[in-house]
């Protein structure tokens, strides 16, 4: 027996089918205008997105990648530095420090939440350390007050990787309020995700701001004139307005997610799986719903049969990877990043995902480890 049809992993279609009026509206608004870069569209994103978060600037740009690169650039990085993250990541966390020029120092995390461990920051610093990187991975927020802490000790700069953390809260305040900069993806599959790339750096530092402006496009102060070196990096009209439209959505959305993961931790928690912590004061969004899995590869293989699509974010850590071995990281340097990659499994979830879905991929979950 399998369930009746293929339970995906998340279904971005449902998300656009939820408010295909509004979006349909906004996007013939966009076509309309005639103005389709660095429009008024983007401003208002920007303002609105920046409010959301409580922080006092936004500046679009092309995707989660250059946002962080641009953070990076603008905080003067460069190829003598050393930036430290976890190597526990989507690649593209490494790879924005890698077009800086600067050498990624990567550390392991605290197994129990996936993130970064503050305490190894410390012991990772080196007189070349220029800033740190914390990822908010899966949703939940990673320890800022410790982080913050420690970065004012040995003056660096702190740029949170928000792209899986849109409204994910610490201490009542947003994640991407609590760095220098912080740095946002919009991929269509984010908790605010547009219909195509786009990203966002935010700071409250005016300074900051302004080369991020000048930056995304030639280094220009000015048109046609350019302050600063710069490159192409704009978040472009269509998308600011659909996602203007989804931020409307977005605590709605957040708020589905985290119910859909409180029915799997009832079920998955009595069969005693363990599944994603989330403490008092943080509030997890779920961008993914992630446990650890004993035989995990043979429950995949099991699930798929069953008609259940999950993922594994990521597979490969980020030190083991062919593009990043001449770091000279070996097997075994990190261990909790690497017993994790061969445990961890997402599960479906996203916000339109009907709660008997959850319950069928839980009990598929659940027969598996009785049969063995
Ligand atoms: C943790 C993390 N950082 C950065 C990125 C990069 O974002 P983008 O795909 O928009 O370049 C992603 C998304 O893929 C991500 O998940």
């Not at 708020?255 to 994603?276: F, N, S, T, W």
Request: aromatic share 8%; net charge negative.
């Amino acid at each position: 027996m399998s369930v009746s049809r293929l339970i995906v992993n998340n279904d971005v279609r449902a998300g656009y089918l939820s408010i295909k009026d509004e979006i349909d509206a906004a996007v013939a608004r966009v076509m309309d205008s005639g103005r389709y870069i660095l429009g008024e569209e983007v401003r208002a994103f920007e303002d609105e997105f920046s409010s959301y978060l409580g922080v006092r600037f936004g500046i679009g740009v092309g995707s989660g990648t250059e946002a962080l690169h641009l953070a990076l650039r603008v905080c003067g990085i460069t190829s003598t530095d050393e930036i430290i993250t976890v190597s526990h990541t989507a690649v593209a966390t490494v790879a924005a420090i890698g077009l800086c020029g600067a050498k990624p120092v990567l550390i392991d995390i605290d197994a129990s939440t996936f993130l970064i461990d503050p305490e190894r920051i410390e012991r990772a610093i080196t007189p070349r350390t220029k800033a740190i990187i914390p990822v908010h991975l899966y949703g939940y927020v990673a320890d800022m007050e410790a982080i913050r802490f420690i970065a004012d000790r040995h003056g660096l700069r702190v740029i949170e990787d928000c792209a899986q953390s849109h409204g994910a809260l610490l201490k009542g305040r947003q994640s991407g309020s609590w760095g220098d900069l912080s740095a946002f993806s919009f991929y269509p599959t984010k908790n605010l995700g547009a219909l195509g790339d786009g990203g966002m750096v935010l700071t409250d530092d005016p300074e900051l701001a302004e080369r991020v402006r000048w930056i995304r496009q030639y280094g220009w102060r000015h048109r046609y004139v350019s302050e600063i070196p710069g490159f192409n990096s704009r978040l472009d009209e269509l998308q600011a307005a659909i996602l203007r439209v989804k931020l409307k959505y977005l605590d709605q959305r957040n708020e589905a997610r985290r119910q859909k993961a409180q029915l799997y931790a009832a079920r998955l928690k009595a069969m005693g799986i363990r599944c994603p912590v989330e403490e008092d004061p943080k509030r997890h969004v779920y961008h993914l719903y992630v446990i650890q899995a004993r035989d995990r590869d043979a429950l995949q293989t099991f699930l798929k049969e069953k008609g259940i699509e999950t993922l594994i974010h990521y597979p490969v850590p980020v030190h083991l990877q062919r593009a990043y071995q001449y770091l000279g990281y070996q097997q075994g340097d990190l261990p909790a990043t690497e017993r994790c990659s061969k445990e961890i499994l997402s599960l479906p979830l996203y916000p339109e995902m009907p709660e008997s879905d959850v319950e069928e991929v839980a009990a598929w979950v659940g027969r598996f480890y009785q049969g063995q």
